[in-house]
């Protein structure tokens, strides 16, 4: 049995004020509906945020009523999660009556406690579809205010979905939550702190965790995997392969393999001196998103508006003579400066305090835990 997993569509995404739908649209009808078109997977998994805002766009919400529109004309089974992004009420419309169509929006708790029964020859795989919730929602469903913190809220609520395992199937689960340990990057909506986090090992009695919400593509823990975000949504992701997870399951298991997949524009970063890149561009134009760095010594007069005609979807261009060139005053008496001697100096300047032995002490607690890190 084969699955599509993909996640973090962010349908109607504006980078640098830039609207990403034709990108958008360009991943869904030349790449994504193709790929299922030609290998008919059992169902495609979409783990969250399909939209990028709660009350998602006119031209977004078209775009994936074609998408779906097009998935069940090709016989295959949509399950897909409401995620942090989504306006899951809003997205909740018809949901009963779309399931005679193959289509399944998980948008409450209670949804994922009826798991979506998939059969192909002898593989049995059950796919229990939890979608975004956090602590005050998970306190109300199960009556329990002592309930805090994403981690223990999830545990709770897998330990009901467990009771629900059937005998010999494969069980699969698909959540749009933060998973400790994994890496972040600036498109994402993160909670700062060890609360909002969820340890992987509370996924380990399902066969395979199909995750949303964070947009870089790994693996977390030893069963559960982010397929990441089909498209590149800041210069952060720049040096990320983007695409979508295809799944095998079978008697013996269930095996993740990236799908690549070349974008309309990709993401990146340029830097060089402004000549060179000047005839770079006259040479080759290109319509990219990039973001570009120069390294000249002396300030460029107007070098954004001189290279767009070439880089039509230029994002931004910063100049570094400064920063190479001059230093502050500050800075020249901070450096050379070891990390204590820094927050000392930032307790001092910034708080008008001194450092005590316990801000010492707890400063070198968390500079060890970084480290570690």
């Known amino acids: ?152 809220c999830m545990e709770r609520m897998l330990e009901e979905l467990k009771k629900r395992f059937l005998p010999g199937a494969k069980h699969i689960l698909a959540a749009h939550c933060f998973a400790a340990g994994a890496s972040v990057c600036d498109s994402e909506s993160i909670f700062v702190g060890g609360s909002g986090q969820v340890p992987p090992s509370l996924f380990m009695a399902f066969d395979y965790v199909a995750l949303g919400h964070l947009h870089g593509p790994q693996q977390a823990g030893e069963n559960a995997w982010y397929s990441g975000s089909p ?66 010594p002396a300030p460029v007069l107007m070098a954004a508006e001189r290279l767009r005609p070439y880089y039509p979807n230029l994002l931004e261009v910063r100049n570094q003579w400064a920063v190479l060139t001059q230093e502050s005053p500050r800075s020249a008496k901070l450096k050379g400066l070891s990390h204590e001697d820094l927050f000392e100096a930032f307790m001092r300047d910034i708080c008008g305090v001194e450092a005590g032995k316990e801000d010492m002490a707890l400063f070198r607690d968390v500079l060890k835990e970084v480290g570690e890190g």
């Not at 009808?29 to 766009?57: M, T």
């Not at 009963?96 to 798991?115: H, I, W």
């Not at 029964?117 to 939890?130: A, C, K």
């Open 1 to 152: 049995m084969v699955i599509f997993h993909t996640s973090d569509w962010h349908l109607g995404r504006m980078l640098r004020g830039r609207s990403l739908i034709e990108d958008q649209k360009y991943f869904l009808d030349q790449v994504f509906l193709p790929a299922v078109e030609q290998e008919r997977p059992a169902c495609v998994l979409l783990a969250g945020d399909i939209y990028d805002r709660q009350v998602a766009s006119p031209e977004a919400i078209r775009l994936f009523d074609s998408a779906l529109d097009r998935l069940t004309q090709l016989g295959c089974k949509v399950l897909a999660i409401a995620g942090n992004h989504d306006g899951a009420d809003r997205i909740a419309l018809m949901k009963r009556a779309l399931q005679k169509s193959g289509v399944y929006l998980a948008t409450q708790l209670e949804d994922a406690l009826e798991p979506v029964l998939l059969q192909e020859g002898r593989t049995t795989v059950q796919v229990f579809l939890l979608p975004y919730f956090d602590p005050a929602q998970a306190r109300d469903f199960f009556g329990d205010d002592s309930l805090r913190g994403e981690g223990q």
């Open 231 to 296: 498209l590149k949504y800041s210069v952060s992701e720049a040096g990320q392969k983007k695409g979508f997870l295809r799944l095998t399951a079978g008697e013996e298991g269930i095996s993740a393999e990236p799908v690549p997949i070349s974008p309309l524009r990709d993401v990146r970063k340029l830097q060089g001196l402004f000549a060179d890149l000047e005839a770079a561009g006259q040479k080759a134009p290109c319509g990219d998103y990039l973001d570009i760095s120069l390294e000249d």
